[in-house]
């Protein structure tokens, strides 16, 4: 059998490993400083809890997890035979990985309310899995990192998550990403404006695969779900809208001047880009996108996208939106709440790209002790013990083997110094420490060569 993993999945590198461990601790840091705590939620949850919140192309891509024993033969054999094929799978599987943070997020709250202090803020950052076709920047299994509140209709919290947003690029050393913003309350008017209220969940589904598919792909789509020729002639300039995001709203009031709910959109959409613009957004853009529809059904309010700096080969890094009844579907009515989700591994993958990554980001050995057999070994292990106690790291080779293997290893392992602690360097009480970029050696007394590390390394 040939190693191999699924398609979509990764295996990383102890070097891979520490450069995800240094974003995770970036995003930590922003997320705690502002306030936001962090919870866990198991890998899978009831197929039940994810159904029907992502709309029909979500639920497509949610991977679900075949049932086993007994309940395998519950599987609804009757439904296949009527070719019901959704029953039949349904019947198959009770539970299914998670497809995001949020909806897991939302059960949570509903679940737990009676121990969180409203409003609540949290986040997570957590592997989630989707079925879609893996690409550049697109894999089955990915990390989300989310950022929410529930239980509050400030639009300020809008503003914080743009504040969020920007601080997390700042300290990456991402310039140049463009936050875009909408408001599905504008998208509800435009439906409204052109005769097809009743096709609001088609019209935004379209409109979000602009990116994807062009503006020729959109109206093709708009036109097999039975919009009218004038409908799409009335929205085709909406694509285009030009200027500052204050110019845009001004344009967007006057075309949706007889919808109440699209011009409370556009009262939303002010409110958080003037006081994102007084409070400054930190080498960040921030723009409004009246084509950015972010398809998922449970998005009420502002909703929100991140493109990453021009002249990088990548999709969104992030996004996000105010829901107002997610937490309804399980039984709690009346919490809005709103959130926003960094994609990990696309932000991985732009710092990869512009050379971000700082030099120092793996954590490997400082210090590599050589063994020279038993009789220094002991001795070698105790002053390495020393070290670590010092906080710095430390090892021994573990085979008495040829002085250039473990001259090679340390090499590869791009482990600074090495130590020498031979019989003969032992009956003076020293040791020999060679420093492996220079080349250069010095002889140090046992007594002070942790004060020697401590002043090369601390």
């Known amino acids: 059998m040939k190693p191999s993993i699924p398609k979509g999945t990764r295996d990383f590198s102890s070097l891979e490993v520490a450069k995800r461990n240094y974003l995770k601790g970036i995003l930590q840091t922003a997320f705690e400083s502002a306030g936001f705590e962090p919870i866990e939620t198991p890998s899978f949850e009831k197929a039940e809890t994810l159904l029907g919140k992502y709309g029909e192309e979500g639920d497509r891509l949610i991977f679900k997890i075949l049932s086993n024993g007994e309940k395998l033969k ?3 054999i009757t439904a296949l035979e009527e070719n019901r094929l959704g029953a039949f799978s349904s019947s198959l599987s009770e539970k299914a990985l998670r497809y995001d943070l949020t909806v897991p997020f939302a059960r949570f709250v509903v679940q737990h309310q009676n121990d969180l202090v409203f409003p609540f803020k949290r986040y997570q950052i957590q592997p989630v899995w989707r079925a879609d076709r893996p690409q550049h920047g697109r894999f089955q299994e990915f990390f989300q990192c989310d950022a929410d509140v529930v239980g509050s209709t400030s639009l300020w919290q809008e503003v914080e998550l743009c504040q969020l947003y920007s601080s997390v690029f700042a300290a990456l050393g991402i310039k140049g990403a463009t936050i875009k913003i909408n408001n599905r309350k504008i998208l509800a008017g435009i439906a409204e404006v052109i005769g097809a209220q009743e096709k609001l969940i088609d019209f935004t589904v379209a409109l979000d695969k ?62 958080v880009v003037s006081r994102s613009e007084a409070l400054g957004i930190k080498g960040t853009a921030l723009s409004v996108d009246v084509t950015l529809a972010r398809g998922l059904n449970y998005y009420t309010g502002c909703i929100f996208e991140v493109s990453p700096p021009e002249g990088v080969k990548m999709g969104s890094i992030g996004g996000g939106g105010r829901y107002d009844d997610l937490t309804a579907g399980f039984g709690m009515k009346n919490m809005s709440g709103v959130g926003i989700s960094f994609g990990f591994d696309r932000i991985y993958l732009v710092l990869e790209e512009l050379g971000l990554f700082p030099a120092s980001v793996q954590a490997q050995s400082q210090i590599l002790f050589l063994n020279f057999g038993d009789s220094t070994a002991l001795k070698s292990n105790q002053l390495i013990a020393s070290l ?56 140090q007394p046992l007594s002070g060569f942790q004060q020697f590390f401590i002043s090369q390394l601390a």
């Open 388 to 443: 670590r106690d010092n906080g710095l790291r430390a090892e021994f080779y573990p085979d008495a083997v040829k002085m250039k293997k473990q001259l090679s290893y340390a090499n590869q392992k791009h482990i600074p110094w090495v130590v020498l602690l031979g019989e003969e360097e032992l009956s003076r009480d020293e040791v020999v420490i060679k420093n492996m970029k220079s080349g250069e050696q010095f002889v």
């Open 210 to 271: 602009l990116d994807k598919i062009g503006f020729d792909g959109v109206v093709k789509e708009l036109k097999e779900k039975n919009f009218t020729a004038d409908a799409i002639e009335r929205i085709t300039p909406l694509i285009s809208l030009a200027g500052s995001a204050h110019d845009r709203l001004s344009q967007l009031e006057e075309f949706l001047s007889d919808s109440e709910i699209g011009k409370k959109g556009i009262e939303e959409l002010r409110f």
């Open 74 to 76: 519950k599987a609804d």
